[in-house]
């Protein structure tokens, strides 16, 4: 065991060992340990104003030709388009937005809704290219581009009907499907392998789909009936889910489906991201977002609680590029003169 990772599991070790009574105080006492106390893993760039936005917001895209951040304004039935961290245009006539994934290949954005629309939009000049509809009330919801089949992932439906489609974004086309028997949260797709992890609160069950078979397995985890948001470290065969509520965040062998740890979580959580580089899970939530450190792939240690504030929703966004890396945070319905706000911070080492 080297030197660091001794360090690690000494601060885990502490970190633990501390009263549960006060989870503020624990994330504080490690961050302090750890030398972090003047270094947070999360600082506020700038703060990017949605006036005369209302409502909840929902999963964001990137453009990454262009720089730009798509949010779905699903109460406000748009898509808001944010520029050089500003608002630069609105995609109305939505009914409920609920995530926006960018095409590179094609150069096009898709929009689901809750309404079961799937449109398709040019991405210069925005104009709808045509619509795709799975039906009244499919609710397509979570949306994932596999760049190496080129095609878009979406899951829909509520009941029996809940299944991941997988469409051609060029054509603009349903192809197949695979059944899920729920309706399906986030998923994740493996980039070395064929299977697609999908969360299943309503039968408190995590999805595994081969896409080579069409076979689905269904791992039963006790309490994962509130489970939305999912992340995955492909090369430690780890899965990161977060329930809504009560918060806690769950660590589960993507191999065998057993639950490898738990851990005290901020409320709220839709979405979750792994930090490859860092080695870290950023867990965004009602009003704060916690930080997770992977020490291995079977110790995590809560690293800090970063406070943003009373309304602070629970969608975000983890982005890399080439000069800088940050995570936006959805802020619904703060501005003072009406509207709402996305918050962007920058990662720091």
Not at 108 to 129: C, H, M, N, P, W
Not at 179 to 202: K, T
């Amino acid at each position: 065991m080297n030197a660091s990772r001794r360090r690690f599991l000494h601060l885990a070790a502490f970190a633990a060992a501390l009263p549960t009574a006060s989870r503020t105080t624990r994330a504080q006492a490690y961050a302090a340990a750890s030398g972090r106390a003047d270094n947070p893993p999360l600082t506020v760039r700038t703060r990017i104003p949605l006036p005369d936005v209302y409502g909840r917001i929902d999963h964001y895209g990137w453009d990454s030709k262009r720089g730009v951040l798509l949010v779905s304004a699903l109460g406000n039935d748009t898509v808001e388009i944010v520029n050089s961290w500003k608002r630069v245009r609105s995609i109305g006539g939505l009914e409920h937005p609920q995530a926006s994934v960018y095409v590179p290949s094609i150069d096009r954005i898709v929009v689901s809704s809750q309404s079961g629309k799937l449109r398709f939009y040019d991405a210069e000049t925005y104009t709808l290219l045509k619509t795709v509809d799975f039906g009244a009330n499919a609710d397509t919801d979570n949306m994932r581009y596999d760049s190496g089949s080129k095609q878009v992932y979406v899951g829909y439906g509520r009941g029996a009907r809940g299944a991941i489609a997988v469409v051609d974004p060029d054509n603009m086309e349903r192809l197949r499907e695979f059944s899920v028997g729920s309706h399906p949260e986030s998923f994740q797709l493996e980039q070395a392998g064929s299977r697609i992890f999908v969360n299943l609160p309503d039968q408190e069950a995590l999805g595994v789909i081969d896409q080579k078979t069409g076979r689905v397995t269904k791992w039963k985890i006790p309490g994962h009936g509130n489970v939305h948001a999912l992340a995955l470290d492909e090369a430690s065969h780890r899965l990161f889910a977060a329930s809504l509520q009560p918060g806690q965040l769950s660590v589960v062998d993507t191999e065998s489906g057993a639950v490898v740890t738990r851990l005290p979580c901020i409320l709220g959580v839709d979405d979750l991201w792994f930090d490859t580089t860092r080695k870290r899970i950023y867990a965004p939530g009602s009003g704060a977002i916690d930080v997770f450190e992977q020490v291995d792939p079977d110790h995590y240690a809560a690293l800090a609680r970063v406070p943003v504030g009373e309304g602070a929703g629970s969608t975000s966004f983890h982005l890399k590029t080439r000069t800088q890396e940050s995570l936006f945070m959805s802020w619904p319905n703060m501005l003072a003169q009406g509207g709402s706000e996305v918050l962007l911070f920058y990662v720091n080492d």
